[in-house]
């Protein structure tokens, strides 16, 4: 499996925007770039994920480096509840019989208040 | 629409003994994927299952066995549990296909004494 990179730990403000890199400078053309997040105490949340062009949805922004070897996920405005560990994992699109997440240790963002 | 459940949320058990754990799928989910994720950790892949039959397997020994059922839930067994089986143990439910996301219970806290 392809491999990401991200920092230990972020801190922000809330009602800030947070942005959060990955590297993953060994993708190929077929990886899809998924975020996950969990909370303390929780399961991992889906948060976003794509191929080639930025996405938005409703919990986040995803914009991804033109040569797709970095992407950084965008949250608008933080809020206390976006504390927890935020996982960049490469997820490849010809799978075969084999869908797994292959999860790093992620970023743990902090929101102050 | 429902969410993936599992049971029990905690277990204790010593080791050599043996243990099952459960997880509803997501209502129209037909995989189910589980993951072991120890103390400071990123959940690690063990095994999945599609249409009842394990689809795919990560660096976990025999003892770790599963059963997908005709509902799509499933069951992970784990005999002569060892102290370092001690983690929480994640569910996650999906369709069967590389772009969708995957759905995650709460987990099943087991400590191994």
């Known amino acids: 499996d392809a491999k990401t990179t991200q920092p230990n730990s972020m801190e922000s403000n809330e009602e800030e925007p947070v942005h959060l890199p990955c590297n993953h400078s060994?993708?190929?053309?077929?990886?899809?770039i998924h975020w996950y997040r969990q909370l303390p105490s929780q399961g991992p949340e889906y948060v976003i994920h794509?191929?080639?062009s930025n996405v938005n949805n409703r919990m986040a922004s995803l914009a991804i480096a033109e040569d797709r070897k970095s992407s950084t996920l965008i949250l608008h405005r933080a809020t206390l509840r976006d504390a927890a560990v935020y996982y960049c994992?490469?997820?490849?699109?010809?799978?075969?019989?084999?869908?797994?997440?292959?999860f790093g240790k992620g970023t743990l963002l902090t929101v102050n208040p | 629409e429902t969410g993936v459940t599992q049971s029990p949320t905690h277990l204790i058990k010593t080791r050599g003994q043996q243990v099952t754990l459960r997880c509803s799928s997501q209502?129209?989910?037909?995989?189910v994927s589980w993951y072991q994720q120890a103390l400071g950790q990123g959940p690690q892949f063990i095994f999945q299952y599609y249409r009842e039959e394990e689809n795919g397997r990560g660096n976990f020994p025999p003892r770790f066995s599963g059963l997908q059922f005709p509902n799509y839930s499933s069951e992970l067994n784990v005999n002569a549990l060892e102290l370092d089986d001690s983690a929480l143990y994640l569910c996650a439910s999906s369709y069967r296909a590389p772009g969708y996301e995957q759905y995650f219970g709460p987990g099943t806290r087991l400590t191994v004494t």
């Open positions: 209502s129209g989910h037909n995989t």
């Open positions: 060994t993708i190929s053309g077929t990886d899809y």
């Open positions: 994992i490469l997820r490849d699109v010809n799978g075969g019989s084999n869908y797994k997440l292959t």
């Open positions: 794509g191929l080639t």
